[in-house]
């Protein structure tokens, strides 16, 4: 409940009818359905941005990325659809689903139970996609 006499309520009330106003079907809209748009890279495209074709003595795309799970997994889990582009990235760069899920784990240690069971839970989502495609 938004009070009109407090200035950021009436701002954000604002906003928000202003992006209603530019796309009627905002309130349809998912992240997850938005992540579908983004393709997931090839492994040797992943490799020359942001992998060994980059620094040939640095660290491969698989474990950046891997890193990057980390990383989202510590911070709550709470980017659901990064963490799904993420998986799906990691599946294209030669990561196992034990290494996916190790990765996960061991954040448990430092972003909690919690974190680490909806990481986990998106993770398997896209997991169990792949399967069965």
């Known amino acids: 409940m938004t009070d009109q006499n407090n200035p950021f309520d009436a701002m954000m ?9 530019m796309n009627i ?3 349809a809209f998912t992240p997850k359905g938005f992540e579908n748009l983004w393709p997931t890279m090839s492994k040797d495209m992943m490799e020359a941005f942001f992998g ?24 709550g889990a709470q980017a659901e659809a990064q963490i799904r582009l993420t998986v ?3 599946v294209e760069a030669g990561a196992t689903k034990q290494e996916i899920a190790e990765a996960i784990a061991q954040m448990g240690l430092f972003a909690g139970m919690p974190a680490m069971t909806k990481a986990m839970t998106l993770a398997n989502e896209v997991l169990e996609k792949d399967e069965t495609e």
């Not at 009330?13 to 106003?21: L, T």
Request: overall charge positive.
């Open 13 to 21: 009330k604002m906003g928000q009818d202003w992006a209603k106003s």
């Open 88 to 90: 799906r990235h990691l």
């Open 52 to 75: 060994k074709g980059i620094n040939p003595d640095g660290l491969d795309a698989k474990t950046r990325l891997l890193l990057t799970l980390a990383g989202l997994t510590v911070l």
């Open 25 to 27: 079907d905002m309130d």
